[in-house]
Nanobody
Framework: QVQLVESGGGLVQAGGSLRLSCAVS????????MAWFRQAPGKEREFVVA????????DYADSVKGRFTISRDNAKNMLYLQMNSLKPEDTAVYYC??????????????????WGQGTQVTVPS
């Protein structure tokens, strides 16, 4: 059974930092491209950042470039998202997602096969 479990969300003041984690089990982690998406109330789920199977390539949404950093530890089956300089517009539920490495990279949610349950990040204005 595949499981993706996010943690690390919370309430943080604007300008602060959070580190999200995603623990993955039930699949061969190094065979999957991983990504973070987020969804704010009343909005569609949006792409945040993706990382290839080895960690050698990353793709960031323009809105988070220079502030967020994705990383992975294939030995521990863990995905991370370091979020710095947080803004109120970063408020959302953050989801980790997995897609087979042989599939073409895409920022669309439907290109990802497995999803976590999400973790809430709140940055008050």
């Amino acid at each position: 059974q595949v499981q993706l479990v996010e943690s690390g969300g919370g309430l943080v003041q604007a300008g602060g930092s959070l580190r999200l984690s995603c623990a993955v089990s039930g699949l061969t982690f190094s065979s999957y491209r991983m990504a973070w998406f987020r969804q704010a109330p009343g909005k569609e789920r949006e792409f945040v950042v993706a990382i290839n199977w080895s960690g050698g390539r990353t793709d960031y949404a323009d809105s988070v470039k220079g502030r967020f950093t994705i990383s992975r530890d294939n030995a521990k089956n863990m995905l991370y998202l370091q979020m710095n300089s947080l803004k109120p517009e970063d408020t959302a539920v953050y989801y980790c997602a997995a897609a087979p490495r042989y599939t073409a990279p895409s920022p669309t949610p439907r290109s990802y096969t497995y999803w976590g349950q999400g973790t809430q990040v709140t940055v008050p204005s």
